[in-house]
């Protein structure tokens, strides 16, 4: 949200889709949403990094990332490089969700086997091209975006068969559980609503954004029930 706001008071975005257009409609709501967002980060990064220097690093190259996103170096930003958008956004969720929730989580990591990390950055890599599906209105051709490249629907195959690879790893390195089971369902789901939405943009903000946080969760209660 911050980054789009960003974009809109700079003059960066050419053609307005209907989230940008709620955005300038609504901009003290945002406002509002983005100060106490940052607030609520700024309190917790100082909490956890007095229990945990070493989040310090991870942290900051998150923030570092995020802001040359958005912010401009010779007239272009991170985001504007060819065939990297979506990297960049995986890497900072996959920083922030993955790797500072390790340093802070309550039960060793390694009860999830070796391959967590590369599991949980597929995962957040094939639910962020998604993303990328509404832009395709307001991306430039220059950025050859997976979703420029291959359309919306084959993107949409990829991003799910990506999505069963991380499945497939859940299910050999554990057993089968009504907490896989419910995250299976959860998955297909939202596979299958995405691909009858008519509306992707909106469909994408809430239950995209919800299904992104899906895995966490689902690691949450592996550690705690």
């Given at each position: 949200?911050?980054?789009?706001?960003?974009?809109?008071?700079?003059?960066?975005i050419?053609?307005?889709?209907?989230?940008?257009?709620?955005?300038?409609?609504?901009?003290?709501?945002v406002?509002?949403?983005?100060?106490?967002?940052?607030?609520a980060?700024?309190?917790?990064?100082i909490?956890?990094?007095?229990?945990?220097?070493?989040?310090?690093?991870?942290?900051?190259?998150?923030?570092?990332?995020?802001?040359?996103?958005?912010?401009?170096?010779?007239?272009?930003?991170l985001?504007?490089?060819?065939?990297?958008?979506?990297?960049?956004?995986?890497?900072?969720?996959?920083?922030?969700?993955?790797?500072?929730?390790?340093?802070?989580?309550?039960?060793?990591?390694?009860?999830?086997?070796?391959?967590?990390?590369?599991?949980?950055?597929?995962?957040?890599?094939?639910?962020?091209?998604l993303?990328?599906?509404?832009?395709?209105?307001?991306?430039?051709?220059?950025?050859?975006?997976?979703?420029?490249?291959?359309?919306?629907k084959?993107?949409?195959?990829?991003?799910?068969?990506?999505?069963?690879?991380?499945?497939v790893?859940?299910?050999?390195?554990?057993?089968?559980?009504?907490?896989?089971?419910?995250?299976?369902?959860?998955?297909?789901?939202?596979?299958?609503?995405?691909?009858?939405?008519?509306?992707?943009?909106?469909y994408?903000?809430?239950?995209?954004?919800?299904?992104?946080?899906?895995m966490?969760?689902?690691?949450?209660?592996?550690?705690?029930?």
């Amino acid at each position: 949200m911050g980054h789009r706001l960003y974009k809109v008071k700079t003059n960066q975005i050419v053609i307005e889709s209907n989230r940008i257009k709620w955005m300038k409609s609504n901009e003290t709501a945002v406002r509002v949403l983005l100060f106490f967002s940052i607030i609520a980060a700024f309190v917790l990064g100082i909490k956890y990094c007095l229990e945990q220097p070493l989040i310090i690093l991870p942290g900051n190259l998150a923030i570092l990332i995020a802001t040359f996103y958005v912010v401009r170096v010779r007239n272009k930003n991170l985001r504007e490089l060819p065939y990297a958008k979506v990297f960049w956004v995986t890497i900072v969720y996959w920083l922030i969700v993955i790797c500072l929730s390790s340093f802070n989580s309550s039960k060793d990591l390694r009860y999830f086997g070796d391959g967590l990390y590369l599991a949980q950055f597929i995962y957040i890599f094939a639910i962020a091209l998604l993303f990328d599906i509404p832009d395709v209105a307001i991306d430039s051709p220059a950025q050859k975006t997976i979703p420029q490249l291959l359309g919306e629907k084959r993107s949409i195959l990829l991003s799910a068969f990506l999505v069963s690879i991380v499945l497939v790893y859940q299910v050999s390195a554990f057993e089968v559980n009504w907490k896989l089971f419910v995250l299976f369902t959860c998955l297909i789901l939202f596979y299958w609503g995405l691909l009858l939405s008519k509306q992707k943009e909106f469909y994408l903000s809430f239950f995209g954004e919800a299904i992104l946080g899906m895995m966490g969760i689902y690691y949450l209660v592996c550690t705690t029930v």
